[in-house]
């Protein structure tokens, strides 16, 4: 079974600031890890996906994420924060047979302040 | 490339009665997946659609169901509503089976119970 763990429901971060958003995960199987932004009234758009080739995932938008199997984590990060980036972001866990469902994490909405 | 269509956006119904929900996925995506919205709950996945078959069902009960016809279009039947069925309700479409493939999601229908 897959489940995934946001810490933080909430990130405010200042424009120009480092964005970090926080994601364990848990699965019994090697898994593929996702992330997902959601703006208001529209729905999920992937950023990024862990397959297993590469520990360290670039994205759309500037953010890259980095598998840490050690560490069960795959924390979304990007080096400057823009008013733009303000939204809901989910992580979400699927194993690789594509037999599993996707499970996501609580999201952690972001706010970034001029 | 037209992105995936969901109809209507904005349901208002009362307990008891029963709704419908559509899917339109992206061209040539045979995959359809549904998953439920909620402040409370998050994102939880329903079930997930490829060539017509069921692949996989979350733990819903079964007043939640659905199906897929033959052009890939996906409808979501909920019965007999219940308050708790208040929700964003998503789809997402993608090419392969299987969650673990990248999905493109549908803006949603906001289903409202009262």
């Known amino acids: 079974a897959q489940s995934v763990t946001q810490l933080g429901s909430h990130v405010s971060v200042s424009e120009g600031a480092l964005v970090l958003l926080r994601c364990n995960y848990s699965?019994?199987?090697?898994?593929?890890l996702f992330w997902y932004v959601q703006y208001p009234n529209q729905g999920l758009q992937l950023l990024l996906k862990y397959t297993s080739a590469a520990t360290l995932v670039k994205g759309i938008n500037g953010f890259e994420a980095e598998f840490k199997k050690s560490e069960t984590s795959f924390h979304l990060t990007k080096p400057s924060a823009h008013m733009s980036d303000a939204a809901e972001y989910f992580c979400a866990v699927s194993g690789n047979s594509g037999n599993t469902p996707l499970v996501f994490g609580k999201g952690t909405r972001l706010s970034v302040i001029a | 490339k037209a992105g995936v269509t969901q109809t209507p956006r904005y349901l208002i119904k009362t307990r008891g009665q029963q709704v419908t929900l559509s899917c339109s996925p992206i061209s040539g995506h045979r995959s359809v997946s549904w998953y439920q919205q909620t402040p409370g709950q998050g994102l939880q996945f329903l079930f997930e659609y490829f060539s017509e078959t069921q692949r996989n069902k979350g733990n819903f009960p079964g007043r939640f169901s659905g199906r897929q016809f033959s052009n890939s279009r996906s409808e979501m039947n909920v019965s007999t509503l219940e308050l708790g069925d208040s929700a964003l309700y998503l789809c997402?479409?993608?090419?392969?089976?299987?969650?673990?493939?990248?999905?493109?999601f549908g803006p949603g229908t906001r289903l409202t119970v009262l």
């Open positions: 997402a479409s993608s090419l392969g089976a299987g969650t673990h493939n990248e999905q493109f």
């Open positions: 699965s019994s199987v090697p898994p593929y």
